[in-house]
Nanobody
């Protein structure tokens, strides 16, 4: 099994910044991609940003120019720097990872989620 642990959520005023971090551990041989999704109340979970191995990063249009995703392949971690936060960014943010386990099977894992609230 592969476990993901997120940190860094919280309450911030509009225009402020937060940094989310996620660490993957467990039966990992390789990770194809890591990223972040979010889900606001009453909405579907949506992609925020994804950083695949050896490919370009992907951002939701709503966060382009404000959020920056980064990844440390050696440590199996991914971070999301969120700047110029808006109330519409309020959601539970979930870390996601896909890869191959040491036993040879592919995996997809989700973190438990971390709340981000943007409010004055």
């Amino acid at each position: 099994q592969v476990q993901l642990v997120e940190s860094g959520g919280g309450l911030v005023q509009p225009g402020g910044s937060l940094r989310l971090s996620c660490a993957a551990s467990g039966n990992i041989f390789s990770i194809y991609g890591m990223g972040w999704y979010r889900q606001a109340p009453g909405t579907q979970r949506e992609l925020v940003a994804m950083i695949p191995s050896g490919a370009s990063t992907t951002y939701a249009d709503s966060v382009k120019g404000r959020f920056i995703i980064s990844r440390d392949n050696a440590k199996n971690t991914v971070s999301l720097q969120m700047n110029s936060l808006e109330p519409e960014d309020t959601a539970v943010y979930y870390c996601y990872a896909a890869g191959r386990a040491r036993a040879g099977a592919d995996f997809q894992s989700w973190g438990p989620g971390t709340q981000v609230t943007v409010s004055s």
